[in-house]
T-cell receptor, first 114, second 112 residues
């Protein structure tokens, strides 16, 4: 257990539905990251927050995806109008500014879009 | 796109043997990190090596970094069944971004 938690751990939804995932980072960590991982691949960066500011977004993050970190603590990732290609493991990680960006990952949320 | 490429993609050895995995990358980095992932689980940070370091040890792990060849290796000595997992290298690029760029991983199987 790294101290980063994610909820839910599994989500099955039908195409076209909206889903929201939550990540609770390690409490003193001011940086929070979202990654997506498909089967047999390494994680791919989606977006990154420093405190409540979203500082970078990948081109993978289409306009159907939105992420927030309203109080600089937990974060949510919402996918609207899900597509089958969104099926993946969504990983959250956190790190502490000034600590060489060693990232601590949560267990992930596995999304299946039917 | 993936920055790192791990080699081999899969490795199967007997318990007690040493396992070596390699990672190559394309652009200048601040540091390179190795992570382990058990099947269907999150990633566990193993070790970080900075761009000005050449070798680092942590327990049974030994990591080397050759920035002139843009490559790194992870050696696990005296392997155990519990080491069975996927291993990923991840680079923090020196140009701006705080994100990590992962390779595709090496799937390591330790046979008892």
């Amino acid at each position: 257990d790294t101290g980063v938690s994610q909820d839910p751990r599994h989500k099955i939804t039908k195409r076209g539905q909206n889903v929201t995932f939550r990540c609770d980072p390690i409490s003193e960590h001011n940086r929070l990251y979202w990654y997506r991982q498909t089967l047999g691949q390494g994680p791919e960066f989606l977006t990154y927050f420093q405190n409540e500011a979203q500082l970078e977004k990948s081109r993978l993050l289409s306009d159907r995806f939105s992420a927030e970190r309203p109080k600089g603590s937990f974060s949510t990732l919402e996918i609207q109008r899900t597509e089958q290609g969104d099926s993946a493991m969504y990983l959250c990680a956190s790190s502490l500014l000034g600590r060489a960006n060693e990232q601590f990952f949560g267990p992930g949320t596995r999304l299946t879009v039917l | 796109s993936q920055q790192g490429e791990e080699d081999p993609q899969a490795l199967s050895i007997q318990e007690g043997e040493n396992a070596t995995m390699n990672c190559s990358y394309k652009t200048s980095i601040n540091n390179l990190q190795w992570y382990r992932q058990n099947s269907g689980r999150g990633l566990v940070h193993l070790i970080l090596i900075r761009s000005n370091e050449r070798e680092k040890h942590s327990g049974r792990l030994r990591v080397t970094l050759d920035t002139s060849k843009k490559s790194s290796s992870l050696l696990i000595t005296a392997s155990r069944a519990a080491d069975t997992a996927s291993y990923f290298c991840a680079t923090e690029l020196s140009q701006g971004a705080q994100k990590l760029v992962f390779g595709q991983g090496t799937r390591l199987t330790i046979n008892p």
